[in-house]
């Protein structure tokens, strides 16, 4: 009797034994299912593998340009699997826009922006973006811009200097602000209008007939308006709203004459060093982000106006053919200058596009 209990016994513990054996695979089924990626230690990233892109700009944090960044930084962290992590510095906590180039150019950081009349110390050719009176509008203009025959050309003059032209950064013309009236050309005559240290925006308002004065922008700008150093300046809408120009000016005037160019950039060293996968993610992302960066400025563009205008400016709509009076005043003065200086393919390329897209 004992020995059939005995029996009994051990082949209820055998039975048990075979029952859990088989049943854990299928407990372990869900725990493996929502268990997130990170946790598998094979498919970790390690730190010290992870490349850092840093960006910096001067503008501030709600810019067009910086909100467009974090969809910039999300795309290539997620793409990359975090194998490619994106750092933004705005507010000019890095420096100004030429310490930001040297900084991109001696790879201390990654990309930055600057503006045209910047990026010519480094590279001649982007007198290109001096062009008056070249772009319809805003929109074919910035398509021009970074179109892939323009770009090529581009690239091959910003290669030169060790850099890479990731694309133009656009949104909107440059605006005069004034104390009067301006309706025609004759206005203009004798005005003293504050403009970029820039020998081609000098030429464009010698040839309008204003008398144009160069002169660093911001606060010491604000100082010569308000004291009558200068009697008005010409600058983007968000510019004007950002530097509450409304406060010592009464106009702003859509003259249309320039349009307000950045560019941004890259080291050639640090763009070929990519392998073929990340050059791929961050071209992807850095055309998005150009695209989303132009949309948002000019969605903005209407609120950056209305504060002006909330702020005592009127604004002044000039007509299609005051704006061609202004252009036949300019002629092609300043367009052989440049020409003399980048020589013509360049210029040609631009135009065609414009041509193109118009």
Not at 21 to 31: E, G, I, K, V
Request: glycine content about 6%.
């Amino acid at each position: 009797m004992k020995k059939l209990v005995s029996l009994m016994m051990a082949a209820a513990m055998m039975l048990s034994f075979v029952a859990c054996s088989t049943s854990a695979p299928a407990a372990a089924q869900p725990a493996a299912a929502t268990e997130p990626a990170a946790a598998e230690p094979a498919t970790a990233v390690d730190p010290a593998e992870v490349m850092t892109i840093s960006v910096t700009n001067v503008l501030a944090d709600d810019s067009p340009e910086n909100t467009a960044l974090q969809n910039f930084k999300k795309e290539i962290e997620e793409k990359s699997n975090g194998r490619m992590k994106v750092d933004i510095y705005a507010n000019g906590i890095m420096g100004g826009e030429m310490e930001n180039v040297e900084n991109v150019r001696n790879n201390n950081v990654t990309m930055t922006m600057a503006a045209s009349s910047v990026l010519a110390n480094f590279v001649p050719e982007c007198e290109l973006f001096d062009l008056p009176y070249a772009f319809p509008t805003v929109e074919v203009g910035t398509k021009a811009l970074n179109d892939p025959d323009v770009m090529d050309v581009l690239n091959t003059a910003f290669a030169k200097a060790g850099l890479h032209f990731v694309g133009a950064n656009t949104a909107d013309y440059r605006w005069l602000t004034c104390k009067k009236e301006v309706n025609s050309l004759a206005d203009l005559k004798g005005m003293k209008v504050r403009v970029m240290e820039n020998q081609n925006h000098v030429a464009l308002w010698t040839a309008l007939g204003a008398n144009p004065t160069p002169m660093a922008g911001g606060g010491q700008l604000y100082t010569s308006l308000q004291q009558g150093t200068v009697d008005a300046q010409e600058n983007p809408v968000a510019q004007i709203n950002n530097n509450k120009f409304y406060e010592v000016q009464t106009y702003f005037v859509d003259t249309r004459h320039i349009m307000n160019v950045s560019g941004w950039i890259v080291s050639t060293e640090w763009y070929d060093g990519l392998s073929e996968d990340d050059r791929a993610i961050f071209d992807t992302a850095a055309a998005n982000f150009l695209n989303e960066a132009y949309t948002l400025g000019t969605e903005r563009l209407e609120s950056d106006k209305a504060a002006c205008e909330a702020g005592g400016m009127t604004c002044l709509p000039l007509s299609d053919a005051i704006r061609a009076e202004f252009k036949a005043a300019v002629g092609d003065t300043v367009e052989k200058k440049i020409r003399a200086d980048i020589g013509d393919e360049l210029v040609d390329a631009l135009l065609a596009c414009v041509a193109k897209y118009q």
